[in-house]
């Protein structure tokens, strides 16, 4: 079973910021690559930002400018720093490996919850 806990979230005024952590099982993070997901209005979760097993990345256009997506493989941990928050930018945010998703789609932390309000 894959094991992942989110953490990081709260409220934030917008402009503000936050740095989201996922702490992942195993060797998952140092072979897989990992993604920060937030949940949509409906059953769906969309990618908001990615990193390769070779360290490159990839944003959302949401995301881009503002988010930065990193990892620690000593510590097994998986970083979002967001920055420059807006409104549209609350929602709850997961972390996941997208291949073993593939596999396992329940394969979920609780998530976190971001809210961007004043």
């Known amino acids: 079973q894959v094991y992942l806990e989110e953490s990081g979230g709260g409220l934030v005024q917008p402009g503000g910021y936050l740095r989201l952590t996922c702490v992942v099982s195993?060797?998952?993070?140092?072979?897989?690559?990992m993604g920060w997901y937030r949940q949509t209005p409906g059953p769906e979760r969309e990618l908001t930002a990615g990193?390769?097993?070779?360290?490159?990345?990839y944003y959302a256009e949401s995301a881009k400018g503002r988010f930065t997506i990193s990892r620690d493989k000593s510590k097994n941990t998986l970083y979002l720093q967001m920055n420059s928050l807006k409104p549209e930018g609350t929602s709850m945010y997961y972390c996941?490996?997208?291949?073993?998703?593939?596999?396992?789609?329940?394969?979920w932390g609780q998530g976190t919850q971001v809210t961007v309000s004043s």
């Open positions: 996941a490996a997208p291949e073993i998703l593939s596999l396992h789609p329940d394969e």
């Open positions: 195993g060797n998952i993070l140092s072979t897989n690559a």
């Open positions: 990193i390769r097993s070779d360290g490159s990345t």
